[in-house]
């Protein structure tokens, strides 16, 4: 079987492509680099023409030069995470089976928009207001836009069956409102319209999108879902996951392997990066990786030197 690594870029950072290819060179059949905004010469390297902000079109974007990998399995990775080589590389069957026969795609957890105290969270506060209203999703800007996506209600039962069920979302309470940025303020009034809750206009999971696999007979759709769901120009981390749970197939989950990961926001000040120096302690690392550890976020990797 051959398992190809594909490594995604939220800024342009080509220096970084032979450590790269150093680390998982031995360990994947074919390794390939997208990146954003700066042409490059790497033949295993493509430029894409957005932002990081909703990734997920990077892979419609590069749809031809993903499937020239030829792969029965494509490992999406960002390259700020570090990930189990030995696992996916060496012991990927005996993880997570053979493509078409029990699995698909693979992706770390899915959770409901309509999670508890959902507000606090600013890109859902964003992504309300592109389902909506003036400058939204459902304005005519976007043409008969629903005719291209899926079926809302198919698609909130594909949801539901991976254990995302998006009922009724509450509205903040009024004194929260009052504190938000005007903007906040006006998406939350014209969506509740003073109604205590309201049901989301169209289904949308939420996850860890720096990482998730695909297996080969299923990427040409996958790409698609991934540009559809680009287009409504939300934060990755609904439009990704948004797109693996429309593609058909298996959609596996760590709990559902009982695999984890180490992963935190790159901006958390309670978690350091993970910042090696050389590739022995890069080496070290993996090594001493547990064996149901599949990746760890966020490392940098820009100051290896030898």
């Not at 990927?92 to 089976?97: A, N």
Request: hydrophobic share 40%; aromatic share 16%; with cysteine.
């Amino acid at each position: 079987m051959r398992i190809g690594l594909c490594l995604f870029f939220n800024y342009p950072f080509e220096k970084n492509f032979p450590i790269l290819r150093r680390l998982y060179g031995d360990y994947f059949d074919e390794i390939r680099f997208i990146q954003p905004l700066v042409e490059t010469s790497e033949k295993d390297a493509f430029t894409v023409y957005r932002a990081a902000f909703n990734f997920s079109g990077f892979f419609s974007d590069a749809r031809q030069f993903i499937k020239e990998m030829n792969c029965d399995v494509v490992i999406f990775a960002g390259d700020d995470c570090i990930i189990n080589r030995d696992v996916l590389g060496n012991r990927f069957e005996e993880v997570f089976g053979v493509p078409g026969d029990g699995f698909d795609m693979f992706v770390t957890k899915l959770w409901p928009f309509s999670a508890n105290a959902w507000w606090k969270n600013m890109q859902k506060l964003r992504a309300l207001g592109r389902l909506f209203g003036q400058g939204g999703i459902f304005d005519q800007r976007i043409q008969n836009w629903k005719s291209y996506f899926p079926q809302a209600d198919e698609l909130a039962l594909r949801l539901e069956s991976l254990g995302v069920v998006n009922g009724p979302i509450d509205a903040p309470p009024s004194d929260i409102v009052a504190r938000m940025p005007l903007d906040q303020q006006a998406v939350i009034r014209g969506f509740f319209q003073g109604k205590g809750t309201c049901d989301l206009p169209y289904p949308l999971a939420y996850g860890i999108s720096d990482f998730f696999i695909v297996g080969g007979h299923i990427l040409d759709e996958f790409c698609h879902n991934a540009g559809l769901f680009a287009a409504l120009n939300v934060f990755s981390e609904f439009s990704t996951p948004t797109a693996l749970a429309a593609t058909q197939g298996r959609l596996s989950q760590c709990p559902d392997l009982g695999l984890s990961v180490d992963w935190t926001y790159g901006n958390n000040p309670e978690k350091e990066f993970f910042v090696p120096q050389s590739f022995s302690e890069i080496d070290d690392f993996l090594n001493s990786m547990p064996k149901r550890l599949l990746y760890k976020h966020p490392v940098k990797l820009s100051t290896v030197r030898d």
